[in-house]
T-cell receptor
Framework: AQSVTQPDIHITVSEGASLELRCNYSYGATPYLFWYVQSPGQGLQLLLKYFSGDTLVQGIKGFEAEFKRSQSSFNLRKPSVHWSDAAEYFCAVGAEAGGTSYGKLTFGQGTILTVHP | KAGVTQTPRYLIKTRGQQVTLSCSPISGHRSVSWYQQTPGQGLQFLFEYFSETQRNKGNFPGRFSGRQFSNSRSEMNVSTLELGDSALYLC?????????????FGPGTRLLVL
């Protein structure tokens, strides 16, 4: 079965510093990969997604992510963090090997980002 | 275009009761997925409906059920509530429920079971 691992439960950065959130996946083929962000008490908002092609994808709010097949990783980056980026970030896989996966995303455990002024 | 809406936003129930949550997808979207979010288990897939049919199901007991109406609105029902059912329940919609489609999430229903 597919799985997603976000090794960092909580990350703290200073405003203006760079950010990298890690995501590793387990899947037999090239998966459909997503990063979502969740503010407290809210639903999930898509930041970016990767299906195929260019392995560096750009998203909203200045975020980008790089797909590395050899490392089974899809890390999220931002060159300069703003206080409003404080939230919880989820990496997700949208495909399942050998069967139908209608409407199913498999999520990592999430990374809580705290931003210090 | 209006987003995904969920009602109610907050709910308090007692053990043994049942509850029904509602989700209205984005106009034109026919697939609705449901997720349970808890601090301990994270985000877990419950089930997906498309054209009034359940096509996919996660590993939850039969107390969790759902349905979809002809206008694509979906309801989720939990019977015989347990304390562990306290969670944020999220629904998401897409046009066809395909793996490569972006799922658009509602704000969720916060359920507290006492």
């Amino acid at each position: 079965a597919q799985s997603v691992t976000q090794p960092d439960i909580h990350i703290t950065v200073s405003e203006g510093a760079s950010l990298e959130l890690r995501c590793n996946y387990s899947y037999g083929a090239t998966p459909y990969l997503f990063w979502y962000v969740q503010s407290p008490g809210q639903g999930l908002q898509l930041l970016l997604k990767y299906f195929s092609g260019d392995t560096l994808v750009q998203g909203i709010k200045g975020f980008e992510a790089e797909f590395k097949r050899s490392q089974s990783s899809f890390n999220l980056r931002k060159p300069s963090v703003h206080w409003s980026d404080a939230a919880e970030y989820f990496c997700a896989v949208g495909a399942e090997a050998g069967g139908t996966s209608y409407g199913k995303l498999t999520f990592g455990q999430g990374t809580i980002l705290t931003v210090h002024p | 275009k209006a987003g995904v809406t969920q009602t109610p936003r907050y709910l308090i129930k007692t053990r043994g009761q049942q509850v029904t949550l509602s989700c209205s997808p984005i106009s034109g979207h026919r697939s609705v997925s449901w997720y349970q979010q808890t601090p301990g288990q994270g985000l877990q897939f419950l089930f997906e409906y498309f054209s009034e049919t359940q096509r996919n199901k996660g590993n939850f007991p039969g107390r969790f059920s759902g349905r979809q109406f002809s206008n694509s609105r979906s309801e989720m029902n939990v019977s015989t509530l347990e304390l562990g059912d306290s969670a944020l329940y999220l629904c998401a919609s897409t046009k066809q429920g395909l793996a490569q489609e972006t799922q658009y999430f509602g704000p969720g229903t916060r359920l507290l079971v006492l």
